[in-house]
Antibody, heavy 118, light 108 residues
Framework: EVQLVQSGAEVKKPGESLKISCKGSGYRFTAYWIAWVRQMPGKGLEWMGTIYPGDSDTRYCPSFQGQVTISVDNSISTAYLQWSSLKASDTAMYYC???????????WGQGTLVTVSS | DIQMTQSPSSLSASVGDRVTITCRASQGISNSLAWYQQQPGKAPRLLVYGASSLQSGVPSRFSGSGSGTDYTLTISSLQPEDFATYYCQHYSGTLIFTFGPGTKVDIK
């Protein structure tokens, strides 16, 4: 069974750094792109970027380029999303999702809620 | 950049109703369109890909259609578990994903 399990909720202060994770199982992790999607409170879905674990090829949405970093550790089948300096506007639910053979996002993690507040 | 719009932004319907949601792209997208359902407090779920192909496990009351710039998601007979927000999404060959703003379906 394909599963993506994300790390738990985080509460941080503005200016702090953060790295959240997404662990894949039940499939060959290196063979499928992993995307990150943001959902701000009460708002819609926004694609942030995508990484191919096989060679770490990464694509970012222009709106998020330079704001976040996406990476992987294939030894533990885990993808990461990280910030070097959080802002209050980063408060949101973040989802990881696998890009399946059809090109769409066929399996999703449960989401990680990030709250940034002083 | 391709922009996606959806209509309506929300609708109220009753169990058993036929519901249609429309998604429009700012230019032709060659059926590179998916539909997702997001129930309150849950992660999104893929319903339809390639504009009209039903994802495995999705009930047959869901269907997708369209071409060019205009696409629709139809729920033939609304069930209680279908009250949710629905998003269309364009996916490009260069791995760019663009979501529509969503359509919230709630109980009349």
């Amino acid at each position: 069974e394909v599963q993506l399990v994300q790390s738990g909720a985080e509460v941080k202060k503005p200016g702090e750094s953060l790295k959240i994770s997404c662990k894949g199982s039940g499939y060959r992790f290196t063979a499928y792109w992993i995307a990150w999607v943001r959902q701000m409170p009460g708002k819609g879905l926004e694609w942030m970027g995508t990484i191919y674990p096989g060679d770490s090829d990464t694509r970012y949405c222009p709106s998020f380029q330079g704001q976040v970093t996406i990476s992987v550790d294939n030894s533990i089948s885990t993808a990461y999303l990280q910030w070097s300096s959080l802002k209050a506007s980063d408060t949101a639910m973040y989802y990881c999702a696998r890009q399946g053979g059809s090109g769409t996002l066929d399996y999703w993690g449960q989401g990680t809620l990030v709250t940034v507040s002083s | 950049d391709i922009q996606m719009t959806q209509s309506p932004s929300s609708l109220s319907a009753s169990v058993g109703d036929r519901v249609t949601i429309t998604c429009r792209a700012s230019q032709g997208i060659s059926n590179s369109l998916a539909w997702y359902q997001q129930q309150p407090g849950k992660a999104p779920r893929l319903l339809v890909y390639g504009a009209s192909s039903l994802q495995s496990g999705v009930p047959s009351r869901f269907s997708g259609s369209g071409s060019g710039t205009d696409y629709t998601l139809t729920i033939s007979s609304l069930q209680p578990e279908d009250f949710a927000t629905y998003y269309c999404q364009h996916y490009s060959g260069t791995l760019i994903f663009t979501f529509g703003p969503g359509t919230k379906v709630d109980i009349k």
